[in-house]
């Protein structure tokens, strides 16, 4: 387990809740959250999906529709770092053009860490996207993932739109009022892990900012 539900619930309650290692997840959980960036709001709809092996073969069907991912690999386990790879070769063939991408290594709270910060930099540099080092049980750094890859899906988007010489509409929110603020832009954000893939994969609408 590299900690994608414990980090999942950090964010969107502020707590950490230790999991069983034979709690596994066995269905998709959704969350949704609002973040502030720069004065902008942002709904984000968090996807957590099963993480054992036999869910591997529904992964695809979360890619399409999806904005951002977080990639997650647990600092103490080489394993699940050498199976980030193939989950960047899965999000670059299967989702879409854009889809934004965040390398994260989780537990850097244990003192036996085998993957060293410059080792994850490296991989992350070569699929070109940020990396962050964090920790579920304390809190270190579990925002600051979604805010990062936040504000790579919004860049993205205004890259695309100028490259396509389309204008760029900075309200490019839709009405949202079941989560309480129908001016946030809306996100699907997705967890991958060594096991399974959680991609956000909601309907697009026309207004959707991806």
């Known amino acids: 387990m590299v900690g994608k539900t414990s980090i999942s619930t950090r964010f969107i309650k502020g707590q950490f809740i230790k999991i069983d290692p034979n709690d596994r997840t066995v269905n998709t959980n959704v969350f949704q959250k609002n973040i502030e960036i720069n004065n902008k709001v942002f709904n984000l709809t968090v996807w957590d999906t099963a993480g054992e092996e036999k869910y591997h ?25 050498q199976r980030a790879t193939k989950w960047f070769g899965e999000l670059k063939e299967f989702s879409e053009k854009n889809t934004q991408m965040i390398l994260v ?14 080792e994850a930099s490296r991989l992350a540099r070569k699929y070109n996207c940020n990396f962050l080092e964090v920790s579920a049980l304390l809190g270190t750094n ?13 860049q993205a988007h ?29 996100l699907k954000i997705g967890e991958s892990t060594e096991n399974a893939v959680g991609i956000a994969n909601s309907r697009k609408d026309k207004n959707s900012c991806c």
Do not use: C, W
């Open 142 to 154: 579990v925002n600051e993932i979604f805010n990062s890859l936040t504000q790579s899906i919004y």
């Open 57 to 81: 073969a529904l992964a695809p069907i979360f890619y399409r529709g999806t904005h951002g991912a977080v990639i997650i690999f647990d600092v103490t386990n080489r394993d699940t770092f």
């Open 105 to 118: 290594g989780n537990k850097i709270d244990l003192p036996d860490r085998v993957i060293t910060n410059e």
């Open 158 to 186: 205004k890259n695309k739109h100028k490259s396509e010489k389309m204008e760029f509409d900075e309200d490019f929110n839709i009405n949202t009022p079941s989560y309480g603020n129908n001016r946030a832009k809306k």
